[in-house]
């Protein structure tokens, strides 16, 4: 009789870990379809237009944060070029506009393109060093190509400002933009998320941690860092062309260092090492400075304080660990639990 109550206890527990494990995957793939849901409906049912504008720009950055956090956080390389990435895009789609009255629509695809022949060139130029000089170069790289656009003011206006076709007609609806930008978001998270788990994704990780290990096993150091940077070029190069659009007008001060450095921070803080997490910290950054505003200067005080903290306190972030804690999922070290990656 006892014997009997014990095996019915045990299989009672079995099958409710079962039930548990498949519940929490489930959690995740839920919480997605809420957010996506709410953050869809959010225009028609609260979002004002000020605050839709807040959002979509909110979603820009958290691209660029996310490309950041994939190309730090995950491949290892330390670049100050995704602002000029962004600048590439914004500014071919504006000056193919202008002198050739080429169309918005077509302008996205070019600007996209160049941004990633360009980061093509570099990375063949650079990355077969060390992350420092992808640092120093992209840092370089940033500051000559502001003094050109801004020195050049006969080809493209300089601080006078570059006059961009909208790409909406001239409605002055915020929420085509809002939903565009959006869905760009979830795009390139996708597509970001894809990557990291494939076979490309191992070996990325496998450089993070030790190049020289990762290529005694036969990996392909520079090709996968060529390849992971020309992607983050391309993605920051399609942003910047929607960001063209939208605001318009294109000067020079989009390429400040301080810019270069908002992205970086909104990754560190949200958690570098999680795609979602550096996402969601772009959009919170974004979305707390808005609130802030009213302290004045004061609201960057607030933001480096909290930058500082996170640095010394939050070496994974401070959304990444809710992340994890919430969904089951945030930023794993798996170079460190998975097996070297072999050669194709």
Not at 160 to 176: I, K, M
Not at 335 to 344: F, L
Request: contains cysteine.
């Amino acid at each position: 009789m006892i014997r009997n109550v014990q095996l019915i206890a045990r299989r009672g527990w079995e099958q409710a870990s079962i039930f548990h494990q498949r519940f929490r995957q489930v959690i995740p793939w839920a919480t997605a379809l809420l957010a996506v849901a709410l953050a869809v409906a959010a225009p028609q049912l609260w979002l004002g237009d000020y605050w839709q504008h807040v959002f979509a720009i909110a979603y820009f950055y958290a691209v660029l944060s996310a490309g950041w956090s994939l190309l730090s956080g995950h491949a290892g390389q330390f670049s100050f070029g995704h602002m000029a990435f962004m600048a590439i895009g914004a500014y071919t789609t504006g000056l193919l506009g202008r002198y050739l009255g080429l169309s918005p629509w077509l302008g996205i695809v070019a600007g996209t393109l160049m941004a990633a022949v360009v980061g093509l060139g570099i990375g063949l130029l650079v990355l077969r060093l060390r992350a420092a000089y992808l640092a120093l170069f992209t840092i370089a790289f940033s500051e000559i190509l502001r003094i050109i656009l801004r020195s050049e003011p006969q080809v493209t206006r300089g601080d006078q400002g570059l006059r961009v076709a909208p790409l909406f007609g001239e409605t002055l609806s915020r929420v085509p933009y809002y939903y565009l930008m959006f869905g760009l978001l979830l795009v390139c998270l996708a597509l970001m998320m894809w990557l990291t788990r494939s076979r490309v994704g191992l070996y990325l990780r496998a450089i993070r941690e030790d190049e020289d290990a990762a290529a005694a096993r036969g990996v392909d150091v520079v090709r996968y860092k060529i390849l992971v940077f020309v992607v983050t070029s391309a993605m920051a190069g399609l942003m910047g062309t929607v960001f063209a659009h939208y605001t318009a007008v294109l000067t020079p001060s989009i390429l400040v260092l301080s810019q270069t450095g908002l992205v970086i921070a909104m990754a560190i803080l949200g958690g570098v090492e999680s795609l979602v997490a550096a996402a969601l910290g772009g959009i919170i950054v974004q979305v707390g400075l808005e609130l802030l505003r009213e302290f004045g200067a004061w609201r960057m005080v607030i933001f480096g304080a909290l930058l500082v903290f996170t640095l010394r306190f939050a070496r994974n972030g401070l959304l990444a660990p809710v992340l994890e804690r919430i969904l089951g999922s945030g930023p794993r070290a798996e170079s460190k639990r998975e097996a070297s990656p072999h050669a194709t």
